[in-house]
C-alpha cells in the first residue's frame, strides 16, 4: 500500500512546501533520468585470496571526533511538520541502535516558527548518535549569522553543523534565494568562530574541482560531494510547484557522483569526504570509499521505510551494510580505509 500525506489548509506556506517535499519524493520520478552517479564505470579490484575471514571485517570508524560503528550517515531528509517529526524520529531510533551518524534535513523553518522545533529534536531517543544540523549557505545572506548556526545546534543538541549549497534548486522554487555572492568571504570570517565542526555539502547536484579548489583554504571539517545521478532537487521544485518538469534539460544538470569523488579527493587530498547522491547498495558504499571518501550518506531510499516506522529502517539498513561488508571482504580490506584505491575503471 502506498504511503500518502495529506496535505492541511491551515499549515503555513514554509511548511506546506516541506511536506510537498515528501510528497513528491515519495510519489513522482525525482531521480536524474539521463545523468547516472558514474559509479557503474569502476569495478571492484576482486581479490581471490583476501587472507582474512568475513568476521574480520570491521565497519567502524571516527568522524568528527565520534565513534561509530560503520562510515554511514542518514542524510538530510525533512524536518518542520508533523509527518517530518515522525520520519526524523524513525530515522533517529534506527541511527542509535546502528551506530551510524544522522544528518537533519534544513533548520531554517524551525528557527522562523518555533512550533516546528520538536519535528527535529531527536537527540531524547538517539543519546549516542552523531547528529549534524543543517542550513542553507545562501541565508548568510539573508542575515543568518554566528548566532543563527548556534542556536540550530544548541536547540537539537547536534555536534555539528551542516552548510548546505543549492543554486539550482533555489533557483527553480517559486520565491527562492537565489543571491549567492559573496559566501566564500562570509564563510572564511565565519567559521573560525563556531565552537563545532562544520560540513560544506551540494545537495545532490555535485561539487566539482573548481569549487573545491576554492573551498581548499577554509577551515571546515568535511566536503560533501552530493553528486548527481540520485534524487534531482531541481526536478523535485518542478513538481512541487508545476506538478510537471517544465524544464527538462535543467533539472539534469550537475556533476555525477563518482566523477565529484574524484575530483574532489585530487584538489583536497586531506579533506575528509562524505559520497552522496545516487548511493543505493553496499556495493556503491565500497566503491566511493575505494574512491577516497570517508564516509557514504543516503536519504531517499530510507524515506518510505521511515513512514513505516524505525524497524523497517533498521532492516534496510542492515541489508545495506551488511552487502558492503562483504563488498570489503571480496576486495581484501579489513576496514573502510583499507578499500582506498581497490578499484578499477571500466
Known sequence: MPCTITLAVDVPDIQIRKRKHLEVCLH??????????????YRLRYRALPELALQEVNLSTEFLGKPLRAPFLIG???GGEEHGGHVNRALALAAERLGVGMMLGSQRVMLERPQARISFQVREVAPST???GNLGLVQLNKGYGLEHLEQAVELVGADAMALHINPLQ???????DTDFGGLLNKLLDLL???P???????????????????LAHLPFAALDVAGAGGTSWARVEE?????RILHPELVEIGIPTAQALVECRAALPHKPLIASGGIRTGSDAAKALALGAQMVAMARPLLEPALKGPEAVVEWLEDFLTELR????AIGARTPAEALGRVERI
Open 130 to 132: 552523531l547528529l549534524i
Open 28 to 41: 513522482e520520478p525525482v531521480e536524474f533520468t539521463r545523468l547516472t552517479t558514474g559509479f557503474e564505470r
Open 170 to 176: 533555489e533557483a527553480l522554487q517559486v520565491g527562492g
Open 239 to 243: 513538481f512541487v510547484h508545476h506538478g
Open 76 to 78: 538530510a531528509m525533512t
Open 192 to 194: 573560525p568562530q563556531l
Open 326 to 329: 562483504v563488498a570489503l571482504f
Open 196 to 214: 563545532f565542526p562544520v560540513i560544506l555539502k551540494e545537495v545532490g547536484h555535485g561539487i566539482g574541482r573548481e569549487i573545491a579548489r576554492e
